[in-house]
């Protein structure tokens, strides 16, 4: 699957900051909506990606929620996490991903320093 297919697939967002210069800047406050079944979606067609090693950001965020599950994920773990993994995200020619081992450490890290930890997958 091409980045083009993906990301015709890809639903839009209901908050930027978008310049139409082309620079797209997130705000702090920056809300992302999406029908549970447009993140299905993208996680089926994420699963399409030839990725060895490498998770798309969707894929993430299942592994994230499959872990904590009904317990849900405190704010300020979740907070953490999001900082780590945003210094973590690389480009691979189609958009952001994730070293899947090193995905795998901070959740677990930051889960077991809040309190919140478990063994991952």
């Known amino acids: 699957m091409t980045s083009s297919s993906l990301l015709s697939h890809a639903p839009t967002t209901s908050k930027t900051n978008f310049d ?3 620079d797209f800047t997130p705000q702090a406050d920056t809300t992302w909506t999406f029908p ?3 993140i299905g979606r993208l996680l089926e ?5 030839d ?3 490498f998770i798309t950001p969707v894929e993430a965020w299942d592994r994230i929620r499959q872990h904590c599950g009904s317990r849900g994920i405190s704010k300020r773990a979740f907070q953490e996490l999001k900082t780590r993994l945003v210094e973590q995200a690389q480009c691979n020619g189609f958009g952001a991903a994730l070293d899947e081992y090193d995905f795998e450490e901070t ?4 889960l077991a320093q809040h309190g919140q930890g478990q063994t991952v997958r």
């Open 107 to 110: 959740l677990t890290t930051v």
């Open 36 to 38: 549970s079944e447009e």
């Open 45 to 49: 067609l994420s699963s399409r990606l």
């Open 51 to 53: 990725l060895v090693g």
């Open 20 to 22: 139409p210069q082309g």
